[in-house]
T-cell receptor, first 114, second 111 residues
């Protein structure tokens, strides 16, 4: 299995501010994925981040709100911009380290916007 | 559009009371069906991947099966530590490696 580390694990944020979440994988991966899990809900894919190209966003998610960086094959960041209480969620990073098609997840970053 | 539906939404079991969780799916060209376990406040933990109808996989008290329309996660003689939310997700042929998740089944096993 892969080890995927996220920072911060938890944060309380003020309305209108932005927060950047970091994701580190213990092996080189081509694609990394960012998911959102709203309270009591399942996971929804925000975007797919490929190294060396622009991230691909799912319907309902835009780059201005969720800018993503992918500077190398083991690291990615997701920024949640101009936060509102509706952005209170767990944000999860995931990747396929090449062991078949299995996708592994980090522990998540639990954001509460007040 | 790929769709995944899990039932029931919640399941309360007595310790030792076996049961099954259902995951029905509609997808164009299934590449794989995944089961994850998620504890409160944590990220999903990978359990199984199933690729073709008739395939079965087991891990301790859990057994996953797959048909052309649905998957079952059987929990045999559960223990309180099996309490968690169980998530089902599909990976479609045209969608690359991204996963589409169902709503999950919250399982509570009481001693």
């Amino acid at each position: 299995s892969a080890v995927i580390s996220q920072k911060p694990s938890r944060d309380i944020c003020q309305r209108g501010t932005s927060l950047t979440i970091q994701c580190q994988v213990d092996s080189q991966v081509t694609m990394m994925f960012w998911y959102r899990q709203q309270p009591g809900q399942s996971l929804t894919l925000i975007a797919t981040a490929n190294q060396g190209s622009e991230a691909t966003y799912e319907s309902g998610f835009v780059i201005d709100k969720f800018p993503i960086s992918r500077p190398n094959l083991t690291f990615s960041t997701l920024t949640v911009s101009n936060m509102s209480p509706e952005d209170s969620s767990i944000y999860l990073c995931s990747a396929n380290p090449g062991q078949g098609d299995t996708i592994y997840f980090g522990e998540g970053s639990w954001l509460t916007v007040v | 559009e790929d769709q995944v539906t899990q039932s029931p939404e919640a399941l309360r079991l007595q310790e030792g009371e076996s049961s099954s969780l259902n995951c029905s799916y509609t997808v164009s060209g299934l590449r794989g069906l995944f089961w994850y376990r998620q504890d409160p406040g944590k990220g999903p933990e990978f359990l199984f991947t199933l690729y073709s109808a008739g395939e079965e996989k087991e891990k301790e008290r859990l057994k996953a099966t797959l048909t052309k329309k649905e998957s079952f996660l059987h929990i045999t003689a559960p223990k309180p530590e099996d309490s968690a939310t169980y998530l089902c997700a599909v990976q479609a042929g045209a969608a690359g490696n991204k996963l589409t998740f169902g709503g999950g089944t919250r399982v509570l096993v009481k001693p």
